[in-house]
């Protein structure tokens, strides 16, 4: 191996050990949604790297593949063991308020004062599909009936820089928002 090749294998391998150190930058969060008989669960993490502050988050059900909506009172939209919107865990993020979920609605929006990096928040509102051949039943949603919906979050910085993360559910019931770059 000549002298060249050598620095030249020297750098690659540099360059990849960097590229592996390197953590993902900028706006993040992880929304999860978790059937479940008691109140079908959200779950929200913000996944930040930086100083990222959510402001507000938007669940939206349109455009999922089992064409869900939210099942909050007995009786409408919903197929079965219906529950209203509520907060059961996510101290420390400022929780300011959501809109109003009424029952056969498709979309909430949370605000928050301070849902700072590694924080989480969690709410139960039951979920159903409508379809004539739904996986589990239209009481139960299943990640591939899921899977289309989308969620949004605006987000600042303490300096006040703000972005808007955008990301879709999956067939695992999660969504990503925003890519986060890389840090140098």
């Known amino acids: 191996m000549n002298r060249l090749s ?15 150190d390197a953590e993902a ?22 996944t930040s790297h930086e ?7 938007t669940i939206v059900l349109t455009g999922s593949r089992g064409r ?42 949370l605000t928050f004062s301070d849902f700072r990096p590694g924080r989480s928040f969690d709410f139960i509102v039951d979920v159903d599909d409508r379809l004539a051949d739904s ?10 009936e899921i899977e289309g919906a989308q969620a949004n979050a605006d987000m600042v910085t303490p300096t006040g820089r703000r972005a808007q ?5 999956r067939v695992d019931g999660d969504a990503s928002l925003g890519d986060g770059g890389l840090c140098a």
């Open 6 to 20: 050598l620095i030249a294998s020297i750098l690659i391998v540099l360059c990849a050990a960097r590229a592996v």
């Open 68 to 109: 869900l909506v939210f099942d909050t009172a007995a009786g409408g939209e919903g197929a079965s063991m219906h529950t209203p919107f509520a907060v059961i865990g996510g101290e420390g993020v400022g929780y300011i308020g959501a809109t109003l979920v009424d029952d056969g609605s498709d979309a909430v929006t």
């Open 165 to 169: 993360v955008r990301g879709e559910f």
């Open 25 to 46: 930058c900028g706006p993040r969060a992880e929304v999860r949604f978790v059937d479940d008989a008691g109140g079908d669960l959200f779950q929200i993490e913000n």
């Open 135 to 144: 996986d589990l039943g239209q009481a139960y949603v299943t990640g591939r």
């Open 51 to 57: 100083s990222w502050s959510i402001k507000s988050l």
